[in-house]
């Protein structure tokens, strides 16, 4: 090849082969296929469950610490440390981190955008997911991101050189190429059948928490449709609700109460509450003991349940969304730092922890550096 020709070549860019086919119509906001807002008002904020599996998720891998490494070494100091430890104005780090994992366990995506200043990044904030639609550019891989609010359109656009603006966090989603799978959204039909029985108890202690009867006619007598009309409101207004509960009732005209019983299967509705809360909690993967619904027996007591639910759950989350994070801004650092999770200092898993320091420590083949470096601890000296 001459000279010449390699001047004017077009340069090679590593791409997959089938990544135009992804994006059809390059340039053109994509919605996300899910309404956040019915997972985040019906989930989240109506149903205790879900409520409660967000928290206890959101709130234990908030409270893992990250450090910061360059080459092997901790640096405490580190630019990235602060800015992790303050991302921005209104949010501690850990407050910061809570929130990011709320987000992707209610809508399966998460955003961060940077904000940089003389080439420095200087701020993290948060996104609402909502708000959010990704544009799909020509190589099927999101090319800007458009924010709106009340109607007013910002796309953030992003860059090929140094740090992008935006970080998309998304959970897996086997049938969508660039959105999340919520776990609120996979146990949508137990949150409502859950939320159904919590109606449905409401409303028995709005009725005395008694089955309704019915008022038969004796003989062939019928009523008119006002005289029924009226019975009716009669009954609405004063003999329903709690307030109302035992209030003798008065008849005439040849009408007779007839109680209308249920049979015990089916009032034991308590049951179903308890399966639909037990499919929750296996959605997010939080063990039902930990959160106090009942017949479940997986397993023996709380410590193995917690030791099981930090290892299951909380522990890929974070480490996941570490690796996300630090191989997004390490671009913006000259000396390539990393962001590694620290799992010494969870409680829960002392027990795993111990029982490695056992093994390494009774290892005889291997030196004190050997040891210490198995551990992910710094050589002496």
């Not at 490695?356 to 291997?366: D, E, H, K, M």
Request: a neutral charge.
């Amino acid at each position: 090849m001459s000279r010449l020709t390699r001047l004017f070549r077009v340069p090679e860019r590593k791409a997959s082969r089938v990544a135009s086919l992804i994006a059809l119509e390059p340039g053109r906001p994509r919605w996300t296929p899910r309404d956040y807002g019915a997972l985040a008002r019906e989930g989240y904020a109506a149903n205790p469950v879900v409520h409660r599996c967000v928290r206890l998720i959101a709130e234990a891998a908030a409270s893992v610490l990250w450090r910061v490494y360059v080459g092997g070494r901790e640096v405490p100091d580190h630019a990235l440390a602060q800015l992790l430890a303050r991302p921005n104005p209104r949010q501690s780090g850990q407050g910061f981190r809570e929130t990011l994992h709320a987000f992707q366990l209610v809508a399966g995506n998460a955003y961060v955008e940077s904000v940089a200043a003389s080439g420095t990044v200087r701020e993290l904030h948060l996104l609402r997911p909502d708000r959010i639609k990704v544009v799909p550019g020509p190589d099927g891989w999101p090319a800007a991101f458009d924010y709106t609010v009340n109607g007013t359109t910002l796309r953030l656009q992003q860059s090929e050189d140094g740090i992008a603006p935006v970080l998309h966090l998304a959970l897996f989603h086997p049938l969508d190429d660039h959105y999340g799978l919520a776990p609120a959204e996979a146990a949508a039909k137990a949150i409502d059948i859950h939320n159904a029985a919590l109606g449905w108890n409401k409303a028995l202690l709005d009725n005395a928490a008694r089955p309704s009867g019915a008022l038969v006619c004796a003989g062939e007598a019928s009523l008119s449709e006002s005289q029924f009309e009226r019975l009716k409101a009669e009954l609405e207004t004063g003999f329903s609700g709690p307030m109302n509960a035992g209030r003798p009732l008065l008849l005439e005209g040849g009408l007779s109460w007839q109680p209308l019983s249920l049979s015990p299967k089916d009032m034991d509705f308590l049951e179903a509450k308890n399966a639909a809360a037990r499919d929750i909690a296996l959605a997010f993967g939080v063990p039902p003991m930990l959160l106090g619904i009942p017949g479940d027996n997986t397993y023996s007591n709380y410590v193995e349940a917690n030791r099981a639910f930090w290892r299951a759950c909380v522990v890929p989350l974070v480490t996941r969304t570490a690796e996300s994070l630090s191989a997004w801004l390490q671009p913006a650092f000259d000396d390539a730092p990393r962001i590694v999770v620290d799992l010494d200092e969870v409680p829960a898993l002392a027990s795993d922890r111990e029982a490695l320091w056992r093994r390494i420590g009774s290892a005889t083949f291997l030196s004190d550096d050997e040891k210490r470096e198995a551990l992910g601890w710094e050589k002496r000296g």
